[in-house]
């Protein structure tokens, strides 16, 4: 099972991507309405692969298919 380093391995590795979405859409913000889409735009092509990580993480595993449509479904939301 999972000991107090795994779990806090985790925690701050969450935190550490919060932090640099934050970081981003802070960035974003003075661009107004062109600078909140170019940041949705990095978090939608990011989003299928902290997805799999977080899961991954806390025990959830994915099988091909999955990830591949997480891929396929982001990519065509980035495009559109």
């Given at each position: ?46 989003a299928p ?32």
């Open positions: 099972m999972y000991n107090i380093s795994e779990n806090i391995t985790t925690v701050i590795v969450a935190l550490i991507t919060l932090g640099i979405l934050g970081w981003g859409y802070n960035r974003a913000r003075p661009y107004g309405r062109v600078g909140i889409l170019a940041w949705l735009q990095s978090v939608v092509l990011m692969w902290l997805l799999f990580f977080a899961l991954f993480a806390a025990g959830i595993y994915l099988n091909l298919v999955f990830v591949l449509f997480l891929l396929v479904a982001c990519t065509g939301l980035y495009i559109y």
